[in-house]
């Protein structure tokens, strides 16, 4: 368990690893991609999807930002901002 949690002050990596989000649109649609995985694992695949056929473009106008939620949330403003 320890390539996906942060060391015990909740802000740094692991000795040796490194805990980041993906990237981009993958990085909040779905947990698992695949035909039966992803109507399980969906966090904002459904919405996103919605969204485009109405004409939102990913990187133009649909931005995703994916967060690591394992880090504290008053360091988020920090590092994301």
């Not at 802000?11 to 989000?21: N, Q």
């Not at 947990?31 to 694992?41: M, N, R, V």
């Not at 904002?44 to 995703?64: C, D, Q």
Request: hydrophobic share 40%.
């Amino acid at each position: 368990m320890n390539y996906v949690c942060l060391d015990e002050d909740a802000i740094s990596d692991p000795k040796g690893i490194r805990v980041r989000p993906v990237e981009g649109k993958e990085g909040v649609a779905y947990l698992e991609i695949g035909p039966f995985a992803s109507a399980f694992s969906f966090v904002l695949g459904p919405l996103i999807e919605e969204l485009e056929e109405l004409g939102y473009k990913s990187g133009e106008n649909l931005i995703p930002i994916p967060v690591n939620n394992n880090i504290i949330k008053s360091y988020l403003f920090i590092e994301y901002l």
